[in-house]
């Protein structure tokens, strides 16, 4: 006698999670994520000291596992007294906060125009892939710098140019998926049915676009991170005394090679940051992509 037993199949959600967690990688990213998550939400309960806090006896002290350091001031201090480690927790917040303005903005523009140039095609599709065009043969970079030096230099201007720097990837991929969606059989039928454009934009082509502009919108992340901190650099970005860790990188580039915990640290930060939401982009590209499926 043969015992059958019924297994379900795991649900969509579960499915994704195994995919993604065997991803060592990945899910490594994931977790570091967390983590800055966690210093962003308790800044203000885990910091050992206020951001913009001097102690004026303590300039340039190093970390406290070096000669001299302090076990009041784990990382050490800059030029003028103020503690690393509590400068790097706060800066947590806006550089995660900037990213996430960015990478918002960017996605529910580009995902409109991105819709519109694919769906009605003809002279609507031309004038916004022109303008897009026009904006990615100009380095993303230099274009951010010039739209800050229009707007003046602040954090929230950095973030207004580096919206406009990724919209047109957004808009690309968004109207590159909805072409190739919209000669599937329910694309049709809805249309037989009598459905509006915006209906067939929003409610039917746009969730079958998600899974490849959740990827974008994750690898973007790293993008506008990375932008900002170079936007702070050059002193474009956030302005003294705002602790975000570009500004901070540029604030200690005459301490290179005298106290090398002031720029080490933010860089560390910056670099640790943007490879974690990188690794967790190719986690979900790999999870969303059936055919990366093993």
Request: proline share 5%.
């Amino acid at each position: 006698m043969t015992v059958q037993t019924n297994q379900s199949p795991p649900s969509p959600l579960m499915e994704f999670w195994l995919y993604f967690s065997s991803n060592r990688g990945a899910l490594l990213g994931f977790v570091y994520i967390l983590f800055i998550l966690f210093l962003v939400l308790f800044a203000n309960v885990i910091s050992p000291h206020a951001a913009h806090e001097q102690f004026r006896d303590s300039l340039l002290l190093p970390p406290v596992w070096v000669e001299g350091g302090s076990w009041k001031f784990i990382l050490g201090t800059d030029d003028i007294g103020r503690d690393i480690l509590s400068r790097l927790i706060h800066g947590s917040r806006l550089s995660m906060l900037a990213g996430a303005l960015v990478v918002t903005l960017s996605l529910c523009i580009g995902i409109i125009l991105g819709l519109l140039a694919g769906y009605f095609r003809g002279i609507v599709d031309t004038f916004i892939m022109r303008v897009a065009d026009i904006m990615l043969s100009i380095p993303s970079l230099l274009l951010a710098i010039a739209v800050v030096a229009i707007l003046g230099p602040s954090l929230v201007n950095a973030s207004i140019a580096i919206v406009i720097v990724s919209m047109p990837h957004y808009i690309r991929l968004t109207r590159a998926s909805t072409i190739s969606e919209m000669s599937k059989d329910y694309v049709i039928s809805s249309r037989v049915a009598g459905a509006g454009a915006l209906r067939m934009m929003f409610i039917n082509i746009l969730p079958n676009c998600l899974a490849p502009l959740i990827v974008q919108a994750t690898l973007g992340f790293s993008n506008a991170i990375l932008d900002m901190a170079a936007l702070g650099f050059v002193g474009l970005g956030a302005q003294p005394p705002l602790p975000e860790w570009g500004s901070m990188l540029a604030d200690a580039r005459q301490f290179v090679q005298s106290a090398w915990w002031v720029v080490t640290f933010p860089g560390l930060m910056i670099l640790s940051t943007v490879l974690a939401f990188n690794l967790m982009g190719d986690g979900l590209r790999d999870a969303l992509d059936p055919k990366l499926k093993q």
